[in-house]
């Protein structure tokens, strides 16, 4: 505690202050105005050496929905690495096959974009018939789908609490989920491409 008051104050006065408490420490009083003394010299210090340069307001939407098309993109990319006839291609029998995995994620932004942004009722699609082709169109459509869906959401909207499985949520954890979502699946995809000796896409994180 010393060597920071020590670090915090350099004047003359305060230094002669801190000899002068030092020796009365002995009571508990002088212990107490101490401890008052230090926060209120280290305080504000302390406070300016943490302020961050995050603007006071930012545009949640806008940077999930930045985020939100790169990730598009990017799965897209993965879909197409994978040739038709490796879409049934699954690791261990108890895994999702590519196609699976593929369609999975699809059918996950469908229901949580119908569910949490917009007045319609969730109906799941039976999608499994698909062609590759057929199912990357699906797989963008539902991305520009859930963007409309979350474009169209009021940041006050965004805070309001929700029924999930898991517990009450907000939306914004909804948005949360959503990208987690795709990015969990999205790696097993990647997994599977390497297993298959195929070369992944280049990575995109932002």
Do not use: C
């Not at 003359?12 to 002995?26: A, E, P, S, T």
């Not at 230090?38 to 307001?57: C, D, F, R, S, Y």
């Not at 948005?175 to 992944?200: A, M």
């Amino acid at each position: 505690m010393f060597a920071i008051f020590r670090h915090a104050e350099s004047s003359f006065k305060v230094r002669k202050l801190f000899m002068y408490l030092r020796q009365k420490m002995y009571s508990d009083q002088m212990k107490a105005y101490f401890s008052i003394l230090l926060i209120l010299l280290v305080g504000p210090m302390t406070v300016a050496q943490t302020k961050t340069n995050i603007p006071e307001t930012l545009d949640i939407k806008a940077i999930w929905l930045e985020k939100w098309a790169n990730s598009k993109l990017y799965l897209l990319e993965i879909a197409e690495t994978m040739p038709e006839d490796g879409y049934d291609f699954k690791p261990s029998p108890r895994q999702m096959s590519f196609q699976e995995q593929l369609l999975h994620i699809q059918q996950n932004m469908h229901w949580l974009g119908t569910t949490y942004f917009s007045e319609e009722t969730y109906t799941k699609v039976d999608a499994t018939t698909l062609s590759k082709q057929q199912l990357l169109e699906a797989l963008s459509e539902r991305f520009d789908l859930v963007a409309k869906q979350v474009q169209a959401t009021s940041n006050e909207k965004l805070s309001e609490t929700v029924d999930f499985f898991a517990g009450p949520k907000n939306r914004l954890q909804m948005l949360q989920l959503l990208q987690d979502h795709v990015t969990h699946h999205r790696g097993q995809l990647i997994v599977y491409l390497n297993l298959k000796d195929l070369s992944p896409p280049r990575y995109v994180g932002w």
